[in-house]
Nanobody
Framework: QVQLVESGGGLVQPGGSLRLSCSASGRIFVIYAMGWYRQAPGKQRELVARITSGTRTNYADSVKGRFTITRDNRTVSLQMNSLKPEDTAVYYC???????????????WGQGTQVTVSS
């Protein structure tokens, strides 16, 4: 069974920094991509940043230049700098992976971690 376990959320003042991490465990054949999504109250879940197995990255326009996503094997991290109140949301880790050779990839999600940016 695949598990994605997140850590690093919390409360921070505007302009501050936080680092989120997510580790995947279980019988995984290959991870094609990992990423972070977020969902604020009353809004749809949105992509924040994503990184492929080849280290290609893409970011939401709202976080470009402030957030950096990195990956080391089964762990993905999101360094968030210059945080703004509008970054407040529950952040979810996502992995696009296959469990066996030749099987179709599926999405897996973490349980979510709260990030609150407030003075």
């Amino acid at each position: 069974q695949v598990q994605l376990v997140e850590s690093g959320g919390g409360l921070v003042q505007p302009g501050g920094s936080l680092r989120l991490s997510c580790s995947a465990s279980g019988r995984i054949f290959v991870i094609y991509a990992m990423g972070w999504y977020r969902q604020a109250p009353g809004k749809q879940r949105e992509l924040v940043a994503r990184i492929t197995s080849g280290t290609r990255t893409n970011y939401a326009d709202s976080v470009k230049g402030r957030f950096t996503i990195t990956r080391d094997n089964r762990t993905v991290s999101l360094q968030m700098n210059s945080l703004k109140p509008e970054d407040t949301a529950v952040y979810y880790c996502n992995a696009d992976l296959s469990l066996r050779l030749g099987s179709r990839p599926n999405d897996y999600w973490g349980q979510g971690t709260q990030v609150t940016v407030s003075s």
